[in-house]
Every structure is written in C-alpha cells, then in structure tokens.
C-alpha cells in the first residue's frame, strides 16, 4: 500500500511539472522531439511529461485499487 502511496504521488509530481513545462512553453536546451518515432508530430517536453504522467496514474491508481482489494480480502478471511 505505501508503494503504492509513493507512486501515486510521483506521478501527481510529474503531472504538475509536465503542465507548468506545457503551459510556461519552456524549451530547456531547444529539446523537442518526434513521439513514437513519427517525425509529423513534435512535441516538447512538456507533452511528454503529460503523457508519462497521465500513463503512470492510470497505472498507481489501478495497483492502489487492487491493494485495497487485497487488504480488505485479507481482513475476511482473518
């Protein structure tokens, strides 16, 4: 559960930081880039991070979801 906890918030972490990097529109060293490989559609880093971060809430809220799962099935069976 307290991994779970960590991830969560590194994710809200690099939520924020991708959106004040989106919004302030801040190129560090001119660092944009192809995503996926596909020269069409460059993004900064700002982007990116919005995108890492979206992924890995998606991925810490559904490992918190199953941890409580898992408490609470070991709380039945106690």
Same mark, same amino acid.
């Given at each position: ?8 918030? *590194? ?18 060293? !001119? ?6 490989? !596909? ?10 991070? *919005? ?28």
């Amino acid at each position: 559960m307290r991994r779970a906890a960590i991830t969560f918030m *590194l994710s809200g972490l690099l939520l924020i930081l991708g959106l004040v990097d989106y919004l302030t529109n801040y190129n560090f060293a !001119n660092d944009q880039g192809t995503i996926f490989g !596909n020269p069409n559609v460059v993004v900064n880093e700002g982007v990116t991070l *919005l995108i890492a971060g979206g992924f890995l809430v998606l991925v810490s809220a559904l490992m918190w979801i199953l941890a409580r799962r898992k408490d609470q099935g070991d709380q039945r069976q106690s």
